[in-house]
């Protein structure tokens, strides 16, 4: 048997944790209070898309959204992780989209039903190449942008996230053991608009990684 390889996480059938309203600008622009704690929500692996695929709008939304987020691959899971020692548990980043269906979003916060029709559809989750650790030196300080078409509609930097790297693997891993794999989607900042069919989605963290995207309808 191939030896698995964590550079091709998306491979491997693993969980993908995303974390809501980590932005405060974000939580603002949907008119949400600020969280107390972190606000935790699954995205299945089929949720993965690569370059070169499009991402798939569901025939139920007319109102997608681009949410741009730094990604962390874990690289050893485990349970109660200490915060002190948190990033020793982590093999990476990847540049992500948490591609969310706003009004099936909506809907379901008004029936307090769970999002998962507006978060975890297929190709809900575009990813970038894997970022080996050491090629962000501080996951705490980057820089994040998104185009549509070429405009500028997402520009942050993960200094303005309320809940750190750390403090969220060391959350979540009291609730949800990590594997080795697994992906955390920390967030989103402001800027999130809605894309239509053929747009062209250009994403990056500054100085380490660019990706696109094509927008289709999804056909069934
Ligand atoms: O509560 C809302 O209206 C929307 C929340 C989100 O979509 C949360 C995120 O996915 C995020 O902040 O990145
Ligand atoms: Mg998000």
Request: charged letters at 20%; proline letters at 6%.
């Amino acid at each position: 048997m191939t030896a698995r390889n964590i550079s091709r996480f998306w491979e491997w059938g693993r969980k993908i944790i995303c974390v809501g309203r980590n932005y405060a600008d974000h939580a603002k622009e949907l008119k949400n209070a600020i969280p107390t704690e972190p606000i935790l929500f699954l995205k299945p692996p089929s949720a993965y898309v690569r370059e070169g695929s499009p991402i798939l709008m569901p025939l139920y939304t007319s109102d997608l959204h681009h949410e741009v987020e730094l990604g962390v691959v874990i690289g050893t899971g485990g349970t109660a992780i200490p915060q002190s020692s948190a990033m020793e548990h982590v093999a990476g980043y990847a540049l992500c989209l948490d591609m969310t269906a706003r009004d099936i979003q909506d809907e379901c916060k008004s029936k307090g039903l769970p999002w998962t029709m507006a978060k975890a559809f297929n190709t809900s989750c575009p990813v970038s190449e894997f970022i080996p650790r050491e090629r962000i030196a501080d996951p705490g300080n980057v820089k994040l942008w998104l185009k549509v078409n070429d405009r500028l509609r997402q520009s942050g930097c993960t200094s303005q996230m309320i809940f750190s790297i750390p403090y969220l693997i060391s959350y979540i891993s009291d609730f949800i053991s990590l594997e080795e794999g697994d992906l955390i989607l920390t967030g989103t900042p402001k800027g999130v608009s809605a894309v239509q069919e053929h747009d062209e989605l250009q994403a990056g963290i500054e100085d380490v990684v660019t990706m696109s995207f094509r927008v289709d309808r999804h056909n069934h």
